[in-house]
């Protein structure tokens, strides 16, 4: 089976930064992917990695290491709008199927 | 693009009552999902479909529950009969078999039974 593990709340203050990690345990690895969700919205694609290292979007990069089965999002100069759950999942087959970890609270403080 | 379309947006309803979620994918997306959302829960797979065909449905939590895919446009979520346990927040998403596996969540089915 797959399990991942995140923690389930992190607190910053605006403009600081923060790193939210991800331990995986699958099957199989296609890639680590992560997702915002704002409450009472819909999970959005955040970012995606396939291969070890760092992938880089504007405020956010995403971290992959695959032989430590582990990953993190990186959010820089945090704004109170970053405030939302943060999702990581994985892609353990080529279906697409994804397997989401219980999500990381993020409370950003004026 | 409109996005994943779904409805209704909230549907509150009666112990035993027949509950049906509607999903429009978006088009040219060939991978359909039905996920559920609660507080304990979690986000869960329910269900997934690939060219209208369902590919894995081991997160169904029991036969109340059933999905289809008519066409490569149009999904449905059934459960009857519905119980209050089935509150939670329905999402459908939609994709492309591989590449970045990127899902896209439609906005939710806030499902309320009393």
């Known amino acids: 089976g797959q399990s991942l593990e995140q923690p389930s709340e992190v607190t910053a203050v605006e403009g600081a930064i923060v790193q939210i990690n991800c331990t995986y345990q699958?099957?199989?690895?296609?890639?680590l992917s992560w997702y915002q969700q704002h409450d009472g919205g819909a999970p959005t694609f955040l970012s995606y990695?396939?291969?070890?290292g760092l992938e880089e979007t504007g405020r956010f990069s995403s971290f992959l290491s695959r032989s430590d089965s582990y990953g993190y999002l990186l959010l820089q100069e945090l704004q109170m709008k970053d405030s939302a759950s943060y999702f990581c999942?994985?892609?353990?087959?080529?279906?697409?199927?994804?397997?989401f970890g219980g999500g990381t609270r993020l409370m950003v403080k004026p | 693009d409109a996005g994943v379309i779904q409805s209704p947006r909230h549907e509150v309803t009666e112990m035993g009552q027949e509950v049906t979620l509607r999903c429009k994918p978006i088009?040219?997306?060939?991978?359909l999902f039905w996920y559920r959302q609660t507080m304990m829960r979690g986000l869960e797979l329910l269900i997934y479909?690939?060219?209208?065909?369902?590919?894995?449905d081991s997160g169904m939590p029991e036969d109340r529950f059933s999905a289809k895919m008519p066409n490569a446009s149009f999904s449905t979520l059934k459960i009857q009969p519905s119980e209050p346990r089935d509150s939670a927040v329905y999402f459908c998403?939609?994709?492309?078999?591989?590449?970045?596996?990127?899902?896209?969540f439609g906005p939710g089915t806030r499902l309320t039974v009393l």
């Open positions: 088009s040219g997306h060939n991978s």
């Open positions: 699958t099957s199989g690895f296609y890639g």
């Open positions: 999942a994985v892609a353990s087959n080529a279906g697409n199927m994804l397997t």
């Open positions: 479909f690939n060219n209208n065909v369902p590919i894995d």
């Open positions: 998403a939609s994709g492309e078999t591989g590449g970045r596996d990127t899902q896209y």
């Open positions: 990695n396939a291969l070890d």
